[in-house]
């Protein structure tokens, strides 16, 4: 009867100490999974921050081409203005 005895309090110790380790791990489950969560968080918040940035460089971009062009008119405009003032000065001196 002793030997009955010690069998079940040695699988009452093995089973004390499976359920000892099972809450640990589901303790650390726990934990991974909200670090996990976080972690998700925190990737979803990046990336709108680099959509959001995607978006304003193109934005940006818009605007340079936009500039490009209105400079290129500009000077185009301002060249023709400088030949035309050129040219006039050029047939006032041939008319003296």
């Known amino acids: 009867m002793d030997k009955t005895k010690n069998i079940d309090m ?3 110790s093995k089973l004390d100490k499976t359920l000892n380790d099972l809450d640990k791990i589901e303790k650390e489950l726990v934990s991974v999974k909200q670090e996990l969560f976080d972690e998700r968080n925190m990737s979803n918040n990046s990336l ?5 940035m995607t978006k304003d460089r193109d934005k940006l971009k818009k605007k340079l081409k936009q500039a490009d062009k ?5 000077l185009d405009g301002f060249t023709k203005l400088l ?3 050129i040219e006039s000065r050029v047939e006032e001196n041939r008319g003296h």
Do not use: A, F
């Open 70 to 74: 209105e400079l290129k008119g500009n």
């Open 10 to 12: 040695g699988h009452k």
């Open 83 to 85: 030949c035309n003032m």
């Open 48 to 52: 709108k921050q680099i959509n959001l």
